[in-house]
């Protein structure tokens, strides 16, 4: 018998990994996909500052079942620190690409795009151009956010041949659940980075506290290098500047 606050991690990343060797806990009756394929998930899609990441992370059979003992989840499902300590553990032995969008660049192709979804299916389409000049894998999973012919006509327009699947809750799959920690990595952390840039501390997602931290943000550096810290289609501008 396993109780208490701190179970889930202590079942996750020790009495699975380390004393059992299987996963009834961290994967409970799921049909596991464990032939090689690439997941792919994004990050910072729905905060006002920061980066927008999209990740991909290609694994085979036994790396999969490393990854599962790793304790690889949804992002969501994780701590900042957790997040960090995994993404490092990913990243020095497996195949990985990261797509990361800062604000300024973010803000220009939203203008070239005019809608969102495009831009992710463009930062989708970008991560998988890139980790297929690392693997021959073709076989693609992602956590599906839109219509699936939005990522499939930016795969096409990059000319990539690939086996495109698309799922809802994709985050499932234990690769697209690594894609989704190395984005949400690349996310914190370009966070962290224009916080150090601009000595401010920028708040996560889109609430009332971060378009309080927006209007402050202007208070003391002016509306002109907005557009270098936060995504400027969001409604919560027009908040920031009134």
């Given at each position: 018998m396993v109780q208490g606050k701190d179970k889930h991690d202590f079942i996750t990343y020790y009495l699975e990994a380390e004393i059992l060797g299987k996963l009834p806990y961290s994967y409970p009756e799921l049909e596991i996909d464990t032939s090689p394929h690439v997941g792919v998930d994004e990050a910072g899609k729905g905060d006002l500052f920061g980066p927008l990441c999209v990740a991909a992370l290609y694994a085979d059979t036994d790396q999969i079942t490393s990854l599962m003992r790793m304790g690889i989840r949804d992002s969501k499902k994780l701590t900042d620190v957790t997040i960090a300590n995994l993404a490092a553990k990913i990243k020095k032995?497996?195949?990985?690409?990261?797509?990361?969008?800062?604000?300024k660049r973010?803000?220009?192709?939203?203008?070239?795009?005019?809608?969102?979804?495009v831009l992710l299916g463009w930062g989708h389409a970008t991560a998988i151009e890139k980790i297929l000049c690392k693997t021959h894998c073709t076989d693609i999973l992602i956590d599906q956010f839109a219509n699936e012919s939005i990522v499939q006509q930016a795969i096409k327009r990059k000319n990539l041949s690939v086996n495109l699947s698309q799922k809802h809750r994709g985050e499932e799959d234990v690769l697209v659940a690594g894609a989704s920690i190395l984005a949400r990595s690349a996310f914190v952390q370009g966070l962290a980075q224009l916080g150090n840039d601009y000595q401010f501390i920028f708040p996560k997602g889109a609430s009332k506290q971060v378009i309080q931290a927006g209007k402050n943000f202007v208070l003391s550096h002016g509306t002109k290098p907005l557009h270098m810290v936060a995504k400027l289609h969001f409604k919560s501008i027009d908040q920031i500047l009134s």
């Amino acid at each position: 018998m396993v109780q208490g606050k701190d179970k889930h991690d202590f079942i996750t990343y020790y009495l699975e990994a380390e004393i059992l060797g299987k996963l009834p806990y961290s994967y409970p009756e799921l049909e596991i996909d464990t032939s090689p394929h690439v997941g792919v998930d994004e990050a910072g899609k729905g905060d006002l500052f920061g980066p927008l990441c999209v990740a991909a992370l290609y694994a085979d059979t036994d790396q999969i079942t490393s990854l599962m003992r790793m304790g690889i989840r949804d992002s969501k499902k994780l701590t900042d620190v957790t997040i960090a300590n995994l993404a490092a553990k990913i990243k020095k032995d497996f195949t990985y690409s990261i797509v990361q969008i800062f604000p300024k660049r973010y803000n220009e192709l939203y203008q070239s795009f005019r809608n969102l979804n495009v831009l992710l299916g463009w930062g989708h389409a970008t991560a998988i151009e890139k980790i297929l000049c690392k693997t021959h894998c073709t076989d693609i999973l992602i956590d599906q956010f839109a219509n699936e012919s939005i990522v499939q006509q930016a795969i096409k327009r990059k000319n990539l041949s690939v086996n495109l699947s698309q799922k809802h809750r994709g985050e499932e799959d234990v690769l697209v659940a690594g894609a989704s920690i190395l984005a949400r990595s690349a996310f914190v952390q370009g966070l962290a980075q224009l916080g150090n840039d601009y000595q401010f501390i920028f708040p996560k997602g889109a609430s009332k506290q971060v378009i309080q931290a927006g209007k402050n943000f202007v208070l003391s550096h002016g509306t002109k290098p907005l557009h270098m810290v936060a995504k400027l289609h969001f409604k919560s501008i027009d908040q920031i500047l009134s």
